[in-house]
């Protein structure tokens, strides 16, 4: 569509477009529409097809004007980018819609568009890689995860004691230490042998016998931010000794039949530990990089653009949800998470620059090839895993593929600086006891 186009920066991240639609252009569009619906309207009095064009314009003129020209302005907004070869970052915002008949279509529309800034050179940044190495000690602590996670829980009767699983039912005091009605909890499974709910929570429940009563304070969270405690008393109503599955080889057996002894087992468990924190610590490093990066370039995020990602986590936040969400909480979850998603604009506004000063694309090549890796992992073959593949999974893996040679360029130009450490220390964790055997 031919369209006269006026373009003028308002600011690094706003244009201004001043667009008109040449006046032929709108009679044509009116006069076809009123056209077609002549030979379709049904009028009583009138044989189908045979409405004069004066009753057709009186009775339905109006509207086919508005129509059209909304349909024009889609057109026109669409057309007028292309013109002023710019590439909006949110939907524009239209205004100023002026049409007289006989004269052109002319509209104002404010765009926002991606900052310009330069990269800063990735080489001259320097992060630390992790290296994390396993010990026996870790390899043992992972062990004894698995021991609990197949330990019988047997009902006790004797007082509750730290390898215990109890039962509990919380009901919240009021100062006075009168029950608050409507604020209990009933049925509550606390794993004592991990103090899930805080060490003075477990010194008062141990020793308890079932039917035994505490009181015990936890911290509440607080809208003026001040520290609060709340008081509930605590009620055991049943206890459950662990029996942990001896340290064995038929416990190898049981976590993976294919594994014969515990030693195996063992050397499982440390190369799982092994890959895990090298993947952590590569994530690290790249959160690194890119915070690096990010401190480096100094440009604002577009307010449409901001506004319209804060929707859409709202719409995923409640998504679900029956009743339309509270207008109060939706502000409070907006500002909660606005500096989050600034940093995740701007770092897909970076992101996106880096693609295109490096040239990176996956190509038809690329996705064939993680195509038959991943057919391979599972087990399929390559044409009956290509079916199963629809449109939007394979844009997902286009993705995947560009942001791995994102990663793999950020890993090869910038400076990392090794830095060995203890598993203990890369988890910020102190090492635990190890059980008996």
């Given at each position: 569509?031919?369209?006269?186009?006026?373009?003028?920066?308002?600011?690094?991240?706003?244009?201004?477009?001043?667009?008109?639609?040449?006046?032929?252009?709108?009679?044509?569009?009116?006069?076809?529409?009123?056209?077609?619906?002549?030979?379709?309207?049904?009028?009583?009095?009138?044989?189908?097809?045979?409405?004069?064009?004066?009753?057709?314009?009186?009775?339905f003129g109006s509207n086919v004007t508005q129509e059209?020209?909304?349909?024009?302005?889609?057109?026109?907004?669409?057309?007028?980018?292309?013109?002023?070869?710019?590439?909006?970052?949110?939907?524009?915002?239209?205004?100023?819609?002026?049409?007289?008949?006989?004269?052109?279509?002319?509209?104002?529309?404010?765009?926002?568009?991606?900052?310009?800034?330069?990269?800063?050179?990735?080489?001259?940044?320097?992060?630390?890689?992790?290296?994390?190495?396993?010990?026996?000690?870790?390899?043992?602590?992972?062990?004894?995860?698995?021991?609990?996670?197949?330990?019988?829980?047997?009902?006790?009767?004797?007082?509750?004691?730290?390898?215990?699983?109890?039962?509990?039912?919380?009901?919240?005091?009021?100062?006075?230490?009168?029950?608050?009605?409507?604020?209990?909890?009933?049925?509550?499974?606390?794993?004592?042998?991990?103090?899930?709910?805080?060490?003075?929570?477990?010194?008062?429940?141990?020793?308890?016998?079932?039917?035994?009563?505490?009181?015990?304070?936890?911290?509440?969270?607080?809208?003026?931010?001040?520290?609060?405690?709340?008081?509930?008393?605590?009620?055991?109503?049943?206890?459950?000794?662990?029996?942990?599955?001896?340290?064995?080889?038929?416990?190898?057996?049981?976590?993976?039949?294919?594994?014969?002894?515990?030693?195996?087992l063992k050397a499982d468990l440390k190369r799982y530990?092994?890959?895990?924190?090298?993947?952590?610590?590569?994530?690290?490093?790249?959160?690194?990089?890119?915070?690096?990066?990010?401190?480096?370039?100094?440009?604002?995020?577009?307010?449409?653009?901001?506004?319209?990602?804060?929707?859409?986590?709202?719409?995923?936040?409640?998504?679900?949800?029956?009743?339309?969400?509270?207008?109060?909480?939706?502000?409070?979850?907006?500002?909660?998470?606005?500096?989050?998603?600034?940093?995740?604009?701007?770092?897909?506004?970076?992101?996106?620059?880096?693609?295109?000063?490096?040239?990176?694309?996956?190509?038809?090549?690329?996705?064939?090839?993680?195509?038959?890796?991943?057919?391979?992992?599972?087990?399929?073959?390559?044409?009956?895993?290509?079916?199963?593949?629809?449109?939007?999974?394979?844009?997902?893996?286009?993705?995947?593929?560009?942001?791995?040679?994102?990663?793999?360029?950020?890993?090869?130009?910038?400076?990392?600086?090794?830095?060995?450490?203890?598993?203990?220390?890369?988890?910020?964790?102190?090492?635990?006891?190890?059980?008996?055997?």
């Amino acid at each position: 569509m031919e369209v006269q186009v006026q373009k003028e920066q308002k600011s690094p991240i706003e244009c201004e477009l001043k667009v008109a639609v040449p006046s032929e252009v709108m009679t044509g569009r009116i006069e076809a529409a009123l056209d077609d619906l002549t030979t379709k309207v049904r009028l009583p009095g009138f044989r189908p097809g045979h409405v004069p064009r004066r009753v057709v314009v009186e009775r339905f003129g109006s509207n086919v004007t508005q129509e059209a020209i909304q349909e024009v302005l889609q057109e026109a907004y669409r057309d007028a980018l292309t013109e002023s070869k710019l590439v909006p970052v949110a939907p524009g915002e239209m205004s100023d819609v002026q049409y007289k008949q006989g004269d052109p279509l002319t509209f104002t529309v404010k765009v926002e568009v991606a900052p310009d800034f330069e990269l800063p050179p990735l080489s001259d940044i320097t992060v630390e890689l992790a290296q994390p190495s396993v010990e026996e000690q870790d390899v043992l602590e992972s062990l004894d995860g698995l021991r609990e996670s197949h330990a019988v829980l047997t009902p006790a009767d004797e007082p509750v004691s730290r390898e215990c699983v109890i039962t509990v039912d919380l009901q919240e005091l009021d100062p006075s230490g009168l029950a608050i009605v409507g604020r209990s909890r009933k049925g509550l499974q606390v794993d004592l042998t991990h103090s899930e709910l805080g060490e003075d929570f477990a010194a008062k429940a141990i020793g308890l016998p079932v039917g035994g009563v505490a009181v015990v304070e936890f911290p509440v969270k607080s809208g003026d931010q001040q520290p609060k405690t709340s008081r509930f008393q605590v009620t055991v109503q049943s206890v459950r000794r662990k029996e942990l599955p001896p340290l064995d080889d038929e416990l190898a057996r049981t976590v993976n039949p294919q594994l014969a002894t515990l030693d195996q087992l063992k050397a499982d468990l440390k190369r799982y530990l092994e890959a895990r924190a090298a993947h952590e610590a590569r994530e690290r490093m790249f959160r690194s990089v890119v915070e690096a990066v990010l401190r480096q370039v100094d440009f604002p995020v577009p307010p449409r653009m901001l506004d319209d990602y804060l929707d859409r986590m709202v719409e995923d936040a409640t998504k679900g949800r029956k009743g339309k969400p509270d207008p109060k909480e939706i502000e409070r979850f907006k500002e909660e998470y606005r500096a989050s998603a600034v940093w995740n604009l701007r770092w897909y506004l970076v992101r996106k620059k880096l693609i295109a000063e490096r040239g990176l694309e996956v190509t038809d090549h690329d996705l064939q090839t993680e195509i038959e890796r991943l057919a391979r992992a599972d087990g399929t073959p390559v044409p009956e895993f290509n079916k199963r593949l629809n449109e939007h999974q394979q844009d997902h893996l286009r993705e995947d593929l560009l942001e791995r040679k994102v990663l793999m360029t950020l890993e090869a130009e910038v400076q990392t600086m090794p830095r060995p450490m203890s598993l203990a220390e890369f988890e910020g964790r102190t090492p635990g006891r190890i059980l008996s055997a």
